[in-house]
């Protein structure tokens, strides 16, 4: 079926997250690993072109909203690409594999020697590398049998026996899937052994050994080695450290738009600190309960229903998604209050995007918005947020119309990179709370040890690596990650 109209408007910063990964057995860890973009920055130097992002959230919205039984429609074709991959290292000897971020899913896993069609190349001028089980002496397979399939699946495979191993099957909300067997195997990463310092450190883990894959993951464009999934399944890296009482089910990141990275951390971060939301109960991602926005400290006057939380409707955070969607209703009264001081501003269409020329600073010249959430938290959007320069003078709204990209989802808010970046986004699963604070995230945090009680920090791009080096034991419970920018020409 063909996708219906965008609405002229919308494409934002790049940003995402990544997962990281402790030790499942022994001392709790902390590690490292550096994130590379997928894609140039929309509106950088040139630039730069901005429909692809939006091509990218068509994609996104599919993974993130499939469990909901929302499909999406867009722009184009979706490109089943993430805006960020991240290099893992996995095997005895250790392999180096560019895995694609996705917050939206749960599993990781990774193309396996046994895919006959799996991309052999990719246009983003990385070295492919299949995984093979047998190829690692501490690899092997997970049958059908073990309690991690079990687990999985609820009861026993139909027909399983001792030699069947235990397979998977992912079909992702834009099409595109995979399917295989479990593994477990070892992953490399660099753990945090001091105020920024890290130690090279190592994690048995179960993943999926990608044997088939369809839709745009079976392409040469954007393609990498697999998918690293951070939901909240029992499928999930953090919940099988979480269960193995090796780190906390919390994690944090910080992305920054400014100098072009941030951190991602598995644990307690104590500086800064945040307030918090509750998440709604069971519901497939990060849903919150918004009361109520304002925009330059004047409230909206919304109908109640805009607020109501349920099946297809509600507030999700993503920091995997690059835009904001927003109900028409929404989407229309803030694009009014925004441009009340400007009403005879000139726009003017760019690759489906509605922008215009301004000279100065837009933080002088419009006002700012605040999102506010059950608890009294309130989520701060700046004109720099949610504006993105594409040339000089010339500015681009990154707010979407989401009335327009699916029936099903028009009642949903979608707040993704473009009103999470530069703060501190903390998602608190052991007491269902998600928080934030405004942040420069090209500082530094405070991560603690909760069996020592001490707080080391954690910089943006200063934690040195060991990546060489024996593994040593584990330091504390918790995982950091950098983020870095990766410009791709």
């Not at 991309?119 to 049998?145: A, F, N, Q, W």
């Not at 598995?266 to 800064?272: F, L, N, R």
């Not at 419009?366 to 608890?375: A, D, L, R, S, V």
Request: proline content about 4%; glycine content about 12%.
């Amino acid at each position: 079926m063909a996708p219906p109209p965008i609405a002229p408007v919308a494409a934002a910063l790049l940003l995402a997250a990544l997962l990281a990964l402790a030790s499942l057995h022994g001392a709790a860890a902390t590690g490292v690993f550096q994130v590379h973009r997928k894609f140039t920055r929309a509106g950088g130097e040139g630039g730069g072109n901005i429909t692809v992002h939006l091509a990218h959230d068509v994609s996104r919205r599919g993974r993130l909203l499939a469990a909901a039984d929302v499909p999406l429609g867009g722009l184009g074709l979706p490109t089943g690409s993430g805006l960020y991959y991240t290099k893992i290292e996995i095997g005895t000897p250790p392999k180096q594999y560019h895995v694609q971020v996705d917050t939206g899913s749960d599993i990781l896993w990774v193309n396996c020697i046994s895919c006959d069609k799996c991309p052999k190349k990719s246009g983003l001028g990385i070295d492919l590398m299949l995984y093979d089980p047998k190829g690692s002496s501490s690899g092997s397979t997970v049958s059908c049998e073990q309690e991690f399939c079990v687990a999985t699946y609820g009861d026993k495979l139909p027909g399983c026996k001792a030699s069947r191993p235990c397979e998977y099957s992912v079909t992702y909300g834009d099409g595109s899937s995979t399917t295989g067997y479990f593994v477990t195997d070892s992953l490399q990463y660099n753990q945090v052994s001091g105020d920024g310092q890290t130690r090279y450190a190592n994690a048995n883990i179960t993943f999926g050994c990608g044997a088939q894959q369809g839709g745009d993951l079976g392409s040469t464009n954007q393609a990498l080695d697999g998918i690293v999934g951070f939901g909240e399944s029992n499928t999930s890296m953090l919940s099988q450290l979480a269960a193995a009482g090796e780190v906390k089910k919390i994690f944090s990141h910080c992305l920054d738009t400014i100098s072009g990275g941030g951190i991602f951390a598995i644990g307690d971060v104590v500086k800064p600190q945040v307030k918090t939301t509750p998440l709604i109960p069971n519901m497939p991602h990060y849903n919150v309960k918004m009361k109520s926005i304002d925009v330059g400290g004047t409230a909206l006057q919304l109908p109640p229903h805009i607020f109501e939380t349920g099946e297809k409707k509600g507030t999700i955070i993503d920091s995997g998604t690059t835009l904001t969607y927003l109900p028409e209703l929404v989407y229309k009264d803030i694009m009014a209050k925004i441009f009340e001081k400007h009403q005879d501003m000139t726009f003017r269409g760019i690759q489906d995007f509605l922008c215009f020329q301004y000279h100065g600073s837009v933080d002088d010249g419009f006002p700012k918005i605040t999102f506010h959430f059950e608890g009294d938290l309130g989520l701060h959007v700046y004109p720099h947020d949610y504006f993105f320069q594409n040339g000089d003078d010339l500015y681009c709204v990154g707010f979407q119309n989401g009335g327009l990209q699916s029936k099903d989802g028009r009642d949903m808010v979608l707040l993704g990179d473009l009103v999470l970046s530069n703060k501190v986004v903390v998602y608190d699963l052991e007491n269902q709370v998600i928080g934030w604070t405004d942040y420069n995230c090209s500082s530094s945090i405070k991560v603690k040890d909760d069996k020592t009680r001490a707080s080391y920090t954690v910089n943006t791009h200063d934690i040195s690596s060991a990546w060489r080096r024996q593994w040593q034991e584990s330091l504390i419970p918790l995982l950091v990650t950098m983020v870095c920018s990766y410009q791709i020409f």
